[in-house]
Every structure is written in C-alpha cells, then in structure tokens.
C-alpha cells in the first residue's frame, strides 16, 4: 500500500526563523512528489519534484527529492506570518490519483 | 479564468441521512476527482471520473458514490451518513487526469451530527 509520511506533524516558530519540513513516501511506480499549501480550504500548488537532487525555488521557498531514499524537504526561509498553513506532501504514481501525508501545520508568531 | 467551484460550502445532516455534493470543474477539464480530508488521516482519494466515467476508486465503502454529467460537472452521494463521515471533501478538477495538472476547489465541510 503506498504511504506518505510527513514530520513534524506540527511546528510553532518565530517570524525570521527557517524552517524545514519532511516527506518521505513509499509508492509504487513513482512519478512525481508535489507540495501544496492549504490555508483555509483549497490547497494550492507549491512545487512538483520528479528528478532527485534538482532544487526547485520559488522566493524563500524551495525544495528537493532524493529519490534513492525516498523523502523530500520543504524549506522556507526568513519566515512571515503569512506562511501560516498545512503544508501537504503528496506523491502520484501512473494514474490520476495522489497519495498524501497527513499534513504539517506551521503556525508563525509574530 | 472560473477555478473549481464546490457547492454547498457547509453542510449539516443527521446519522443515517443521504447527502450530494457538486463540484464545477474549470471550462475544459474534463477529469474531476475526489478526496475526504479528516485531522489524522490526511487527503484520502475517493474516486475519479473522466468523460462520465469512473476511472479509479479508492478504498471507500459502497455508501460513497459519484457520477459525471456531459458538461464535466461532477457529484458525490454519500447515503446512510455516519458520524465519521464528518470531513472535508474537495475535488480537483484537471484537463486528462493528470494529477500534476490538479486545481483543488475550496472544499464542501460536512458535519454529520
């Protein structure tokens, strides 16, 4: 059965902290990791990952995949309130459906 | 462009009632799928339909059921509501299926009570 795994399932920093969030998966005919963003309802989409050790950037956002030991990071530096969310690993195999982790909630003080 | 609309937004039933839920996929998306969101258990599929088709199903009960209508749009019925059935459903609508390709729309929170 295949299964993601994200830690920690929540976190509380301080606006300027970095944080780091991890996905690790076991899935079958793997295609790509994604990460999304939920903050009240519908998630949206962060980044897609399907090559290992290319680094993917959008503003003090990035992350990689390592996909020889199967996990993911999600970074996000100098953190803002706004950052506040679940963020959700998923990873999608041949096929249109996702298997996603439970979920990170961070929560960023001001 | 409209995104995915999901209608009602809320909803309470009793135990034991049937409940539907709509979902408006972006104009030319012609794959909707489904997932129930729960704290701990995470986005969980529920099913997916293409062209009026069920083409993949999770590992849901019979009671969870859903159809597609010609202009894409998608609907989801749960009969014999159970109180564990309280969750977040969102679908996600995309042009072939592609979950790489997924817009998620804002969900329809269900309370069985």
């Known amino acids: 059965e295949d299964k993601v795994v994200q830690s920690p399932l929540s976190l509380v920093v301080h606006e300027g902290d970095t944080v780091t969030l991890n996905c690790s998966y076991e899935?079958?005919?793997?295609?790509?990791l994604l990460w999304y963003k939920q903050e009240k309802k519908a998630p949206t989409f962060l980044f897609m990952l399907t090559s290992s050790g290319i680094e993917k950037k959008s503003g003090r956002l990035s992350s990689i995949l390592d996909k020889k030991e199967l996990f993911s990071i999600l970074n996000i530096t100098a953190t803002q309130t706004g950052d506040s969310a679940i963020y959700l690993c998923a990873v999608g195999n041949v096929g249109s459906r996702l298997t996603f982790g439970e979920g990170t909630q961070l929560t960023v003080n001001p | 462009k409209a995104g995915v609309t999901q209608t009602p937004r809320y909803l309470i039933k009793t135990r034991g009632q049937q409940v539907t839920l709509s979902c408006s996929p972006i104009?030319?998306?012609?794959?909707v799928s489904w997932y129930q969101q729960t704290p701990g258990q995470g986005l969980q599929f529920l099913f997916e339909y293409f062209s009026e088709t069920q083409r993949n199903k999770g590992n849901f009960p019979g009671r969870f059921s859903g159809r597609q209508f010609s202009n894409s749009r998608s609907e989801m019925n749960v009969s014999t509501l159970e109180l564990g059935d309280s969750a977040l459903y969102l679908c996600?609508?995309?042009?072939?299926?592609?979950?790489?390709?997924?817009?998620f729309g804002s969900g329809t929170r269900l309370t069985v009570v």
């Open positions: 104009s030319g998306h012609r794959s």
């Open positions: 996600a609508s995309s042009l072939e299926g592609d979950s790489q390709g997924y817009t």
């Open positions: 899935v079958t005919n793997f295609r790509s």
